[in-house]
């Protein structure tokens, strides 16, 4: 039975996978991230950005932040930009790039911390850094994630009407809660993103929201849901690896299975 299945997902995702149709004005976006952080793999997330990205139409440019070359961004070599932060603890403090990131007017999406004022001026709320707190990222529709221990979180607070919100951050134990993932005009923050889960969900939808209008078409992300600790985890990691190495987008939204999990 398990093996019929695979057979199916894959089966049904080879005959409705799309492709991406790329206009004209097809977006030309900037990845710049602080480190890769291998220590904790953190290299994963911007390969994990990049498909994203690619797969919503843009050609994708990643690079360092301290190997920032000065002027791109001011040029208007790049129509957006994706600034991925994956190391909290070390400030940034290349001059040139905050600089023009200041003055960049494009679509602009800023992932995991380290979140600067004129950031957050751009999305119009006020921050808030929580540390060392166990937080539980949740959507509308009742998935829920526990989210990694970290030093420090940035959260954004008293966002404005006209901001979108996707998904949920709670701080275990106390009530209240802060926008997960968050947009207003051409600015959009994700404070967390770790290419799989609730995380890859809501950055595929807030880098839709902020590129993809620039495609005739856009290729959807294949979602796994209702996996909790008693699914078929070797189908899961079967199936995982066929979709990654034919490129195919997706996400596995996992499912709690009690209030402490």
């Not at 989210?147 to 275990?172: C, E, F, M, R």
């Not at 959009?188 to 609730?198: E, V």
């Amino acid at each position: 039975r398990a093996f019929l299945l695979l057979c199916f997902v894959l089966l049904s995702v080879a005959l409705i996978r799309p492709q991406a149709v790329r206009a004209a004005n097809a977006p030309n976006v900037l990845l710049a991230y602080d480190s890769l952080n291998a220590g904790d793999r953190k290299q994963n997330n911007v390969t994990a950005m990049q498909r994203l990205l690619t797969s919503a139409g843009a050609t994708v440019h990643v690079t360092s932040i301290s190997d920032y070359q000065r002027g791109g961004l001011a040029r208007g070599d790049y129509s957006g930009l994706v600034t991925m932060i994956n190391w909290n603890e070390v400030p940034v403090v290349s001059r040139a790039f905050l600089h023009e990131q200041r003055d960049f007017t494009g679509p602009q999406l800023h992932v995991g911390g380290n979140l600067s004022g004129n950031e957050v001026a751009k999305l119009h709320a006020q921050k808030q850094t929580l540390y060392r707190r166990q937080l539980q990222v949740s959507l509308l529709h009742g998935s829920a994630q526990l989210l990694p221990t970290t030093s420090a979180v940035d959260v954004l607070t008293n966002p404005p009407a006209a901001a979108k919100t996707y998904g949920s951050l709670h701080i275990q134990g106390a009530s209240g809660s802060f926008p997960f993932g968050y947009r207003f005009g051409q600015a959009a923050f994700l404070p967390y993103f770790d290419g799989q889960g609730i995380s890859l969900l809501v950055a595929e939808r807030l880098v839709a929201g902020l590129f993809a209008p620039h495609v005739r078409e856009y290729q959807p992300l294949l979602t796994i849901t209702g996996v909790t600790p008693y699914s078929n985890l070797t189908l899961l990691k079967r199936t995982a690896a066929f979709l990654s190495a034919h490129e195919i987008p997706f996400a596995v939204s996992a499912a709690t299975v009690t209030a402490n999990t």
